[in-house]
């Protein structure tokens, strides 16, 4: 099956940017980790810091068995990828590497988490594992 891994604005920098608070992990190692643990799974990894052409990712995403997204900041703000999320029915998951909610105040909300069925935050690159986990296999328990 095909997943889709979209990463979103600053995120190509991982592995250089704040390591005290996104670790030493690059977005790479990341990506190969998910291919190497689920070997069998049609992957598809994308990154970019332009906010419509990770739009257009979400829409292309629309025929896949699941979407994981990392927006960056713009989960706090983006309505544009709130709306692009609602309009799939696919599995969906949030997922940031730190925890947003010991940071700023500003990164306690997400105009994104009301459009996805599952968030992950605080768990590093564990978490896109995890996410990938639940769109496989766990997504199906379902309390929408
Ligand atoms: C982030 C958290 C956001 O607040 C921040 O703007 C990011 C990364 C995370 O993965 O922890 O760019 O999404």
Not at 3 to 12: F, K, P, Q
Not at 31 to 56: H, I, K
Request: proline residues 4%; glycine residues 10%; hydrophobic residues 40%.
């Amino acid at each position: 099956s095909r997943v889709v891994v979209l990463n979103g604005v600053n995120l190509g920098l991982l592995g250089d940017r704040r390591p005290e608070i996104y670790g030493g992990t690059t977005l790479k190692e990341i990506e190969d980790g998910l291919r190497s643990e689920f070997p069998d799974v049609e992957w598809e990894f994308f990154q970019t810091d332009l906010e419509g052409e990770f739009v257009r990712r979400i829409h292309a995403a629309a025929d896949a068995a699941g979407l994981i997204l990392n927006p960056g900041a713009w989960t706090h703000y983006s309505y544009a990828i709130h709306d692009a999320l609602e309009i799939l029915s696919i599995p969906r998951v949030e997922v940031h590497l730190s925890n947003v909610y010991r940071r700023e105040e500003w990164r306690r909300r997400s105009v994104i988490s009301p459009a996805v069925d599952a968030v992950v935050a605080g768990m590093g690159p564990f978490g896109y594992r995890v996410a990938a986990r639940y769109v496989l296999f766990g997504s199906r328990w379902d309390l929408r």
